[in-house]
Nanobody, 125 residues
Framework: QVQLVESGGGLVQAGDSLRLSCAAS????????MGWFRQAPGMDRDFVAT????????DYAESVKDRFTISRDNAKNTAYLQMNSLKAEDTAVYYCAATGLYRSGGRSPAYYNYWGQGTQVTVSS
């Protein structure tokens, strides 16, 4: 079983940066695609970014493209989301997710088998 733990959230001002981390335990994530999603109060869980198990096949939501960067360090069993030029509308709980072995990620939560508990990001304007 895979456990995912997000960290790095917090309260920042518009224009600031944050880096979220997603640390995995239970098994290696080397052969899983990873994704980041976010959920604001009363809203659906929305896709943010995904990265393939071999570090390619990156995809981003239009709203974060050119501001956010997804990456992974398989040696540390950790995925990251670098968030720059944060806006008030980026405020949400951010979740990381992992697919099963050798599976491709995508924009739908249905692609992912494992989820973290979420970390709150609040951007004040």
């Amino acid at each position: 079983q895979v456990q995912l733990v997000e960290s790095g959230g917090g309260l920042v001002q518009a224009g600031d940066s944050l880096r979220l981390s997603c640390a995995a335990s239970g098994r290696t994530l080397r052969w899983s695609s990873m994704g980041w999603f976010r959920q604001a109060p009363g809203m659906d869980r929305d896709f943010v970014a995904t990265i393939g198990w071999n570090g390619d096949n990156m995809d981003y939501a239009e709203s974060v493209k050119d501001r956010f960067t997804i990456s992974r360090d398989n040696a540390k069993n950790t995925a990251y989301l670098q968030m720059n030029s944060l806006k008030a509308e980026d405020t949400a709980v951010y979740y990381c997710a992992a697919t099963g072995l050798y599976r491709s990620g995508g924009r739908s939560p249905a692609y992912y088998n494992y989820w973290g508990q979420g970390t709150q990001v609040t951007v004040s304007s």
